[in-house]
């Protein structure tokens, strides 16, 4: 049972343009989210988090939103550049638990 | 290098071999996870070190595998008589208690012939 999808497993942006990646999940109890990005052969790294409390939060070229009504999350990378081409993961926790539910990933190809 | 590490990066082992992983966490955090990656999914959750306390095991982590943090600094993930299943890559992960974040290593990728 997956609890937190990401539906699009790809997208291709061109460099200087917005890039959006999309996460929704099923658990009315996730209370804190973080995205991540993973390159081959890599650990995913962290980028971004947000907890429930708020509905947006910014970290220089990267943001990310919180629909609670809706259970979706969004990562809103200004501007792309072609070094961001990686895989995206969303992730997310309970209050009470310990453990992150991560999503399936979104490709992101930046084009020079 | 203050991150988690993870050793060895990469293992082939035939089935039905023993294999170990080691991970090294931050060395301020107390909370070490273990995850595990397969092709085309994210990281699914294992077990989860609060110091040397083992406090959370998956459905996952079956009766093969066994993970331990004796001094609650390093861990290891040992799995017995691999399978093919077995096949991923495992993840460590580490946090301090306050914070949320939980910080990756690089992973072992672990290949059973």
């Known amino acids: 049972d997956q609890q937190v999808k990401q539906n699009s497993p790809s997208l291709s942006v061109q460099e200087g343009r917005i890039s959006i990646l999309n996460c929704d999940y099923t658990n009315s109890m996730f209370d804190y989210f973080l995205w991540y990005k993973k390159y081959p052969a890599e650990g995913p790294t962290f980028l971004i988090s947000?907890?429930?409390?708020?509905d947006k939060n910014e970290d220089g070229r990267f943001t990310v939103f919180l629909n609670k009504s809706a259970k979706h999350l969004s990562l809103h990378i200004v501007p792309s550049q072609p070094g961001d081409s990686a895989v995206y993961f969303c992730?997310?926790?309970?209050?009470?638990?310990?453990?992150?539910?991560f999503g399936t990933g979104t490709s992101l190809t930046v084009i020079p | 290098d203050t991150g988690v590490s993870q050793d060895p990066r990469h293992k082939i082992t035939k089935r039905g071999q023993n294999v170990t992983f080691r991970c090294d966490p931050i060395?301020?955090?107390?909370?070490l996870y273990w995850y595990r990656q397969t092709l085309g999914q994210g990281p699914e959750f294992l077990t989860y070190?609060?110091?040397?306390?083992?406090?959370?095991k998956s459905r996952l982590l079956s009766d093969r595998f066994s993970a331990e943090r004796p001094k609650g600094s390093f861990s290891t993930l040992e799995i017995q008589r691999t399978e093919q299943g077995d096949s991923a890559m495992y993840l460590c992960?580490?946090?301090?208690?306050?914070?949320?974040?939980?910080?990756f290593g690089p992973g072992t990728r672990l290949l059973v012939l």
């Open positions: 070190f609060q110091n040397e306390a083992q406090l959370e």
């Open positions: 992730a997310a926790k309970g209050v009470s638990g310990n453990q992150f539910y």
């Open positions: 060395s301020e955090h107390n909370r």
């Open positions: 947000i907890s429930s409390i708020k």
């Open positions: 992960a580490s946090s301090f208690q306050v914070q949320e974040t939980q910080y």
